[in-house]
């Protein structure tokens, strides 16, 4: 804040300070009337301290030599990367009058800073956002964390709620740590993910040409690991070691043709990287990784960046590689693909060399997989878009037909179509009644999973595997097969002209279909969500007395059926119906098939039609008064004996002479 007084002398009469504001007086003069005072000048202005006040000096001091420490740091390499993955906050200060506050935080680590969005109204913000810092190795600066945390203020300035420090030199490099930070002061606490990788050192431990295999380290790993050790840290499931030994085929993302990648590897919140390999489209690494593997069922992400201007990354490919799919020791490329894993990375082909080794114990896997996942803190978020509405309404429909042609099944074996396939469904459905016991219902799952199994063992891939690959060269075929085709047929002069008009009427046509298909899509949802709905107020209005006949009949049906289940046994219940079906068709042919229960249901109103059966009040007029003071003497429509209503108008001008007012 700075304010200029050009023409009278200004003389400070009085500073104070009250809690936390500074209060400054000023008597203006004029300049050659020293005597004649014009006015006063009140200023006001905030005043904040960060906590602990012991703190002050250090925590608004600004060394002389950031400007030399700057300008060293744009001409010098990163040594390591640091990244912070800011989850949530707990029990913060309240900072306003409803007892609640705005929190953010700040993050400064030499001369980088960062701020995390605001969380409105919250003593327990979740923010989950990621910030990359970069460690230098330089003796000015030194490796502590400095973070802070702000609550937004939007009539005077953010106010600053709590601090902590983070030594960076005490924390072991390639490792995610998990950190759950006291806030100075009491301010409550902070938690966050915090790795250091990217190290460009060649000493360090993971760097591929200084890394010897120890056979005493591997024994003790699979010792570690064994079945005999099962019950020994349920947690650790396993050991994964990755070696990334280079890329080729990369993208060009700068001007000059070349890239600077770098390699970022992802297990859930453990996050790793290499360092920047400077203009090159073929990056040698040569790094390798370990992981604590806490669920056998994880995906391993390996994606390539390309790091720009300022820090900031740019996306070159990306592959996922499940951990059960895993072949130890095997050193092989894999094709990188694009941001939805669909399709092929942009480049020549891009592609990556890894080798992977994965040490597990199957009885702490099968413990942890019936347990709750492990939560992501960085998934994006997943917002409406119109191609992946439609994709998941598209595969929800295929699951649903899988029932549908099952219960078209079960009602041909009822309709007897084939009479030999019905005569065995009853035959099969009797005995299955007659004799079924709860072990039954795991049986047939593990029958269906041993044939899954057998089809996979004589093929050798899953049935859903083999559908998709087949899709996929299917889709592939025709790709190709069309390129093919306008490869062999190279355009005349002459037919550009028809060559665009053919294009926009693919155009049209295309858009069209788009257009139904989105329609199609729509009304299919809104017609399922409508009737699920009105089938729940029904069954609500069903039980609250909305039509009080139908309740009734419900309250007798209910209690027929509590009296049948108490005295016959459930499976004579389900044979009972289950004859009832196959029986329809040959004793009574030309009955409809039915579902009693939905019947009944059907027969209840929903919100929709009792606010249509709702009657409105009537509002009374001229007619409707005159007409209740004179009732109807006969059924042949006569007005006080007069037949037909003749004379009835006459008399109408009459009474309304009389009623007129004066």
């Known amino acids: 804040m700075s304010i200029v007084i050009l023409s009278p002398r200004p003389l400070i009469s009085s500073v104070t300070t009250r809690r936390h504001h500074l209060h400054i007086r000023l008597?203006?003069?004029?300049?050659?009337?020293?005597?004649?005072?014009?006015?006063?000048?009140?200023?006001?202005?905030?005043?904040?301290?960060?906590?602990?006040?012991?703190?002050?000096?250090?925590?608004?001091?600004?060394?002389?030599?950031?400007?030399?420490?700057?300008?060293?740091?744009?001409?010098?390499?990163?040594?390591?990367?640091?990244?912070?993955?800011?989850?949530?906050?707990?029990?913060?200060?309240?900072?306003?009058?409803?007892?609640?506050?705005?929190?953010?935080?700040?993050?400064?680590?030499?001369?980088?800073?960062?701020?995390?969005?605001?969380?409105?109204?919250?003593?327990?913000?979740?923010?989950?956002?990621?910030f990359d810092f970069h460690l230098y190795e330089d003796p000015y600066l030194g490796q502590e964390l400095e973070v802070t945390v702000w609550d937004r203020d939007k009539s005077h300035q953010?106010?600053?709620?709590?601090?902590?420090?983070?030594?960076?030199?005490?924390?072991?490099?390639?490792?995610?740590?998990?950190?759950?930070?006291?806030?100075?002061?009491?301010?409550?606490?902070?938690?966050?993910?915090?790795?250091?990788?990217?190290?460009?050192?060649?000493?360090?431990?993971?760097?591929?040409?200084?890394?010897?295999?120890n056979p005493h380290e591997r024994t003790q790993l699979f010792q570690r690991y064994s079945i005999f050790n099962s019950f020994q840290r349920p947690r650790d499931v396993g050991h994964l070691t990755v070696k990334v030994y280079r890329a080729q085929g990369l993208a060009a993302a700068d001007l000059g043709g070349k890239s600077d990648p770098f390699c970022v590897l992802e297990l859930v919140n453990a996050r790793l990287q290499t360092q920047t390999e400077y203009k090159t489209l073929a990056p040698n690494w040569q790094k390798i990784f370990t992981f604590n593997v806490?669920?056998?069922?994880?995906?391993?992400?390996?994606?390539?960046y390309d790091e720009d201007r300022d820090h900031k990354v740019e996306f070159l490919g990306k592959v996922a590689i499940p951990l059960l799919r895993i072949h130890n020791g095997e050193k092989r490329w894999y094709a990188l693909k694009d941001k939805k894993l669909r399709g092929r990375a942009k480049g020549n082909s891009p592609q990556i060399l890894l080798e992977m080794t994965v040490v597990w114990n199957v009885l702490r896997a099968c413990i942890r997989t019936i347990n709750p996942k492990e939560t992501k803190y960085m998934e994006p978020e997943i917002k409406f878009k119109r191609q992946l509405f439609l994709k998941n309404v598209l595969r929800l429909k295929a699951i649903i037909l899988i029932f549908i042609n099952m219960g078209k099944y079960i009602q041909?074996?009822?309709?007897?179509?084939?009479?030999?396939?019905?005569?065995?469904?009853?035959?099969?459905?009797?005995?299955?009644?007659?004799y079924f016991e709860p072990y039954m219902i795991p049986t047939a799952a593990l029958l269906i999973l041993v044939k899954y199994y057998l089809v996979a063992l004589v093929t050798g891939a899953p049935l859903s595997h083999q559908n998709y690959t087949l899709q996929l060269?299917?889709?592939?075929?025709?790709?190709?097969?069309?390129?093919?085709?306008?490869?062999?047929?190279?355009?005349?002069?002459?037919?550009?002209?028809?060559?665009?008009?053919?294009?926009?009427?693919?155009?049209?046509?295309?858009?069209?279909?788009?257009?139904?298909?989105?329609?199609?899509?729509?009304?299919?949802?809104?017609?399922?969500?409508?009737?699920i709905a009105s089938l729940a107020e029904r069954v609500k209005n069903?039980?609250?007395?909305?039509?009080?006949?139908?309740?009734?009949?419900?309250?007798?049906?209910?209690?027929?059926?509590?009296?049948?289940?108490?005295?016959?046994?459930?499976?004579?219940?389900?044979?009972?119906?289950?004859?009832?079906?196959?029986?329809?068709?040959?004793?009574?042919?030309?009955?409809?098939?039915?579902?009693?229960?939905?019947?009944?249901?059907?027969?209840?109103?929903?919100?929709?039609?009792?606010?249509?059966?709702?009657?409105?009040?009537?509002?009374?007029?001229?007619?409707?008064?005159?007409?209740?003071?004179?009732?109807?003497?006969?059924?042949?429509?006569?007005?006080?004996?007069?037949?037909?209503?003749?004379?009835?108008?006459?008399?109408?001008?009459?009474?309304?002479?009389?009623?007129?007012?004066?």
């Not at 806490?294 to 992400?301: A, C, F, P, T, W």
């Open 27 to 130: 008597h203006l003069h004029h300049h050659h009337h020293y005597h004649l005072q014009l006015y006063y000048l009140y200023l006001y202005h905030p005043l904040y301290h960060p906590r602990p006040s012991k703190n002050y000096s250090k925590y608004f001091q600004r060394s002389s030599r950031l400007a030399d420490v700057n300008r060293r740091l744009k001409s010098q390499i990163w040594s390591s990367v640091v990244t912070i993955v800011l989850v949530e906050a707990k029990n913060l200060l309240p900072m306003d009058i409803e007892g609640l506050s705005d929190p953010y935080v700040k993050f400064r680590l030499g001369t980088e800073k960062y701020k995390s969005k605001i969380a409105m109204k919250t003593l327990n913000p979740v923010w989950l956002e990621q």
């Open 158 to 213: 953010d106010e600053l709620m709590g601090r902590t420090i983070i030594d960076l030199a005490t924390l072991e490099r390639e490792t995610t740590h998990r950190l759950w930070r006291e806030l100075e002061d009491g301010a409550g606490s902070i938690f966050l993910l915090l790795t250091i990788s990217g190290t460009t050192a060649s000493e360090t431990i993971s760097d591929l040409a200084a890394h010897e295999e």
């Open 294 to 304: 806490k669920d056998i069922n994880s995906v391993l992400e390996v994606t390539v």
């Open 412 to 434: 041909s074996c009822w309709e007897w179509e084939k009479k030999s396939r019905s005569i065995l469904a009853l035959i099969l459905f009797v005995l299955g009644c007659y």
């Open 473 to 531: 060269q299917q889709s592939h075929h025709h790709q190709d097969h069309g390129d093919a085709a306008s490869d062999e047929c190279p355009p005349t002069p002459g037919d550009d002209d028809d060559d665009e008009d053919d294009k926009d009427k693919e155009e049209k046509k295309s858009l069209k279909e788009r257009l139904q298909a989105i329609q199609e899509v729509t009304q299919t949802v809104q017609n399922s969500i409508g009737y």
């Open 542 to 662: 069903l039980f609250n007395f909305t039509v009080p006949y139908l309740s009734y009949v419900a309250m007798m049906l209910a209690i027929l059926g509590v009296a049948v289940l108490y005295l016959i046994p459930v499976r004579y219940l389900i044979l009972a119906w289950g004859v009832n079906k196959f029986s329809r068709k040959i004793l009574r042919p030309h009955s409809v098939p039915n579902n009693e229960l939905l019947d009944l249901i059907s027969r209840v109103p929903d919100d929709e039609e009792l606010l249509n059966y709702r009657e409105l009040k009537a509002i009374p007029t001229a007619d409707c008064e005159r007409g209740s003071a004179f009732s109807c003497s006969s059924s042949g429509g006569t007005v006080s004996g007069n037949p037909s209503g003749i004379g009835s108008g006459a008399h109408r001008r009459e009474q309304r002479k009389k009623h007129k007012p004066a």
